[in-house]
């Protein structure tokens, strides 16, 4: 494990926050209640930071559960309160290796609860299991700080009469996951590598092949995106991607993880993607494809979520396998008006050699364009089509 | 999660329901309608759920660059103006639906006669950040 602090006093606060889940997990544990340790571990979090790079301690989760703990008993006023859970340390055996690895799966099958709106669950898994401060969040999310407080602290008594002792939902875990790598603003704070990490976190106390997948998935989209933006900010697409700029450390690690969560037989999701993404990873350019795998692949996908986008980005693959018409035949089993769809047959008609009427389509898919980099992409491609004759 | 904008309209929306100008009511009925709205937003700061809400004075200048060098020439304000912004609130919310729940809940602010005014306020979606996982 890296050091928190290194031998020349530089002090890493990602590495920190990472004690987040098993020192919260240790607290409840001893019978703080979720509400009240998720404060108080904020709360030595925000000490350590500040104490550490001067007087970095020898053990730090340690030194966190101490502080912690210290916390919640001052926040806990009533004597009798502080009896009782007094006497729930002396009763609790500290918790070994095993038990801390219980403790963060909990919390984040607790943080992903059910009950709780997707919003709330991100918000809350970023807090309690990230160790990131609201403000932080807020900063992320683009809202004001007071806002994110409320999401948080109503999240909290939503989950608070949860017991933390069943298994939680896998999928419910990813899919937030998921959210915080997919829809991630770029603030300061990235968004993306935080999810990386916390499903690497995940990663490591679970055994499944899906979340594996996940890890894979968001490691071969990550590993592109230094070329996935001009430096205006502008969206470059696939094809024209630099791919000597991707990662290839990431993509070779995405690659093994996929290998071995495959490898299991228990197809799911999030390693079809990977699957998918791992197959735009190994090819040297999109004519270089193999386009009939990534059909394939989509036709797993489909079977296994039925999802009306997957169906829209299958007729994309089969335009570049099958040529363009096969693409617009598959376009058809597409439902009208869902997002890109316009984009996607846009696309499709300008390969089949009609630039005039693609121009069209690309300027009405600008206008439905949900991120303004989408629909400046989207003005762009319709203006280089109108230009073509000038 | 996405951001709306919950944009409301001097003029240029379809009329209220419940049409009277506002300096038509009585004061009571104006300090229940600021009551109503600011209990609003105080119970979407509560769900985590509200981000930016500001009212516009009616009336502005429109301005334009005149040349380098130049100051910008200035213009208006332009009585004939179709659509004029009196306010907006911004929220986040998970869904499309939720965005549509609370414009209504909105719309039904007391206004003449302390009955809701059915305003009709334009509901506009922020566009977000792009999507990494696209194909």
């Known amino acids: 494990m890296t050091p928190v602090v290194d031998p020349h006093g530089s002090f890493d606060p990602a590495v920190l926050r990472r004690l987040t889940p098993s020192v919260l997990g240790i607290l409840v544990r001893r019978g703080a209640d979720f509400a009240a340790a998720e404060d108080a571990v904020q709360d030595a979090l925000v000490e350590a930071v500040r104490a550490w790079p001067e007087d970095p301690p020898r053990d730090p989760k340690a030194w966190l559960v101490t502080v912690a703990w210290r916390r919640f008993l001052d926040a806990t006023r009533s004597e009798v309160a502080r009896r009782r859970r007094e006497d729930l340390v002396e009763a609790e055996p500290d918790p070994g290796r095993a ?30 299991v990230g160790g990131l401060t609201t403000r932080q969040i807020a900063e992320a999310y683009l809202v004001p700080e007071a806002t994110m407080a409320q999401r948080i602290s109503r999240a909290k008594k939503t989950v608070a009469d949860v017991r933390l002792d069943r298994a939680g939902d896998v999928g419910t875990v990813l899919r937030v996951l998921y959210l915080v790598f997919n829809e ?11 999810a990386i990490s916390l499903t690497r976190q995940l990663a490591s106390t679970i055994d499944h092949p899906e979340v594996d997948g996940l890890l894979a998935l968001m490691l071969l989209h990550h590993a592109r995106r230094p070329a996935r933006t001009a430096p205006d900010g502008s969206l470059v697409p ?56 990534v059909v394939e692949w989509y036709d797993e996908l489909l079977r296994l979520t039925d999802s009306p986008v997957v169906r829209l980005n299958r007729a994309v693959a089969v335009g570049e396998a099958d040529g363009a018409r096969a693409g617009l035949a598959a376009l058809a089993e597409v439902e009208e008006g869902l997002p890109r769809r316009v984009a996607v047959e846009a696309h499709l008609r300008e390969r089949d050699g009609d630039p005039g009427r693609a ?16 629909r400046d992409h989207l003005v762009r491609q319709a203006a280089r089509l109108n230009a073509r004759d000038r | ?58 009336e502005g200048l429109w301005v334009q660059h005149d040349g380098p060098g130049k100051p910008p020439v200035t213009d208006g304000p332009f009585a004939e103006t179709k659509d004029l912004i009196a306010g907006w609130m ?39 950040h792009p999507e990494t996982v696209t194909e």
Request: charged fraction near 25%.
């Open chain 1, 99 to 128: 038990a801390a690895t219980d403790d963060t799966l909990q919390l984040y099958f607790l943080c992903a609860h059910p009950s709780l709106s997707t919003s709330s669950a991100i918000a809350l898994t970023l807090r309690a």
């Open chain 1, 184 to 194: 991630g603003y770029s603030g300061d704070l990235d968004l993306a590598a935080e």
């Open chain 1, 238 to 293: 696939l094809a024209e991607q630099d791919r000597s700029r991707w990662d290839t450390r990431a993509i070779t690690e995405g690659v093994d993880l996929l290998q071995g969560a495959l490898s299991r037989d228990r197809l799911g999701e999030y390693q079809a993607q990977a699957a998918i993404a791992a197959l735009h990873a190994d090819a040297p350019s999109t004519t270089e494809t193999d386009w009939v795998q």
């Open chain 1, 359 to 374: 121009a069209v389509l690309y300027a009405a898919a600008a206008e439905q364009a949900t991120s303004s980099a989408e």
């Open chain 2, 1 to 58: 999660m996405a951001k709306y904008l919950l944009l409301k309209h001097y003029r240029g929306a379809p009329a209220a329901r419940n049409d009277v100008r506002m300096d038509q009511w009585t004061p009571e009925e104006i300090s229940d309608h600021i009551q109503y709205m600011n209990d609003f937003a105080a119970r979407l700061e509560g769900t985590g759920e509200f981000v930016d809400g500001q009212a516009l004075a009616p």
């Open chain 2, 90 to 128: 911004i929220i986040d919310v998970d869904s499309q639906e939720r965005a549509i729940e609370l414009a209504g809940e909105l719309s039904a602010a007391p206004g003449a006669g302390g009955e809701p005014i059915h305003e009709w306020l334009e509901v506009r979606p922020f566009l977000a």
